[in-house]
Structures are given as C-alpha cells and as structure tokens.
C-alpha cells in the first residue's frame, strides 16, 4: 500500500511539472514582439526628422537638390511626399460639347506637371510656358553604387540627371475631357553645370536621357473634370500614390489634370 502512495505521488508530481512547462511555452509564443517595433518606429521617426532638418531651399536652383542631401530616404524607398499643390479646376462651360482650339487647350493646360511614382527620391517635372506647348524638362535620381559588399556610408554616391526641352503638339479630340496629343521636337541638353557645394555630396553625375518623354509614344491629356470611372486603371495606379489617395479616398471626380502615355501606360501629374 505505502508504495503504491508513493507511485502515485510520482506521477502527480510529474503531471503537474508537465502543465507548468507547457504554459510557460504557450504564454512565450504568445508574447508579442513589442520591443523590435518600437526600435525600428524609432529609428524611422529619428531619419525622417534628421532628412527633413537636412533639406534645404534653394529657390535659385533648378533641380531639386533635396534628392541628393537626403540620400538615405531616396536608397531605402521611402514614400516621397504627396502633391499637395491645389488642382487647377476647369469650368464645365469651358470644356464640355465643344472642341478645344490650340490656344484653347494651352490655356487650359496647366504650366507644371510631375511624373513619379511616390517611393524613392526619382522624378521627372515639365514646365509649359502656358501658350504654345513649348516646355523645358528635368529628370534627376540618386542612387548608392555599391561594390564589395560596402556599406552606405562608405558608398560612391550617383546623381542621375537630364535636362531637356521640346513642345507638345495638340493631335485630335478623343472626347470632351481626353485629347490626344505627342511629344515632338524633345531636344536632350544636360548642360547643366552644378556648383561645388551641390557636388561634395556625390561622387559623380551621370547623364541620361529624359525619362517618361518619349517622341515616339502617344500621350492622352485627361482634363480634371472626368470621372475616375472613365479613367485607365494603368493610369490611376500611376497617380494615386504621389497624391496620397487609396481605395478609400479616391475622389468619383478627377481634381488634376494628367498627361497619360498610352504605350508605357505612365501619368504626369499637372498642377
């Protein structure tokens, strides 16, 4: 008998070692993995407010300068910032049941448009001279030129850059709110000669060619006014990020007015 106490004393002291190591284990796989978040928040939010310190304003130059200074956010693919310029609305009476003589359409245009894909630090901006379709481009994106599996500070640093210039040409009337027009005349400059301060932050610049122009494709210019519904997918994907919109906020009216490149399904974005 006294035997059989002990046994049994045994296995209920074994049974009950058994469950405590088993919730030990539950409660480690349910625990949540709360500090390395807050480490990498952390360190999100300490680069993005030493990028924004960093950037400077330079009214006087003609490229963005910000893409090399902030080299960082440009290699890790963060969001660029949403346009935040206010679209330039088009009365309904100005566009609808008619078709837009050149001087009509130029007035309409607006005199700036963008091209970017709202990660990295790339970008392509045209600027009209508001009349005859005549306009002048800039191209620009960094990069790190990583060899020998070196690290990002000891990194060569690219500057991609191109400048050039050419005019849009009104084609034809697609509908009342979509013409279709090209790129003609696109002449590459890069002739840009930048000064020393902008040079100790690269290495070197490298000249290429006018990114998201292309003479050889033909471009729509959907007017704001049109219904997104009756806007390309293609198109919509290209826009929504640089302005900030998801499946939620996208607008049922299309508030800027783009300029969409058929062949490489890519938009400007005007303003």
């Not at 009365?91 to 001087?103: R, V």
């Amino acid at each position: 008998m006294k035997s059989k106490k002990i046994i049994a004393f045994i296995s209920a002291l074994a049974c009950f070692v058994s469950v405590t190591a088993c919730e030990k284990n539950v409660n480690k796989k349910e625990k949540p993995a709360s500090s390395s978040i807050s480490d990498s928040s952390s360190i999100a939010e300490t680069t993005a407010a030493e990028n924004k310190e960093n950037k400077t304003d330079k009214a006087d130059s003609k490229i963005d300068e910000s893409s090399v200074n902030d080299i960082e956010e440009i290699t890790t693919e963060a969001p660029t910032e949403a346009i935040t310029e206010e679209p330039t609305e088009i009365p309904a009476e100005k566009i609808e049941s008619k078709t837009l003589s050149e001087d009509e359409f130029f007035e309409l245009l607006p005199m700036n448009f963008s091209f970017a894909s709202g990660v990295g630090g790339w970008e392509t901006n045209l600027r009209f001279d508001g009349s005859s379709g005549l306009f002048e481009g800039e191209y620009h994106d960094t990069e790190y030129d990583l060899e020998n599996n070196e690290t990002p500070d000891d990194a060569n640093v690219i500057y991609y850059y191109c400048n050039f210039k050419g005019k849009l040409n009104l084609v034809k009337k697609i509908n009342d709110y979509v013409y279709e027009v090209k790129f003609d005349n696109v002449e590459i400059l890069n002739d840009t000669v930048f000064d020393e301060e902008f040079l100790e932050g690269i290495s070197r610049v490298e000249y290429t060619d006018s990114y998201g122009v292309d003479a050889n494709c033909t471009y729509h210019v959907y007017f704001s006014g049109i219904a997104t519904k009756d806007v390309p997918e293609d198109m919509m994907s290209w826009i929504r990020m640089p302005l900030g919109w998801n499946d939620e906020t996208i607008p049922e009216i299309l508030p800027y007015t783009c300029i969409y490149n058929v062949n490489d399904q890519q938009a400007f974005i005007g303003h």
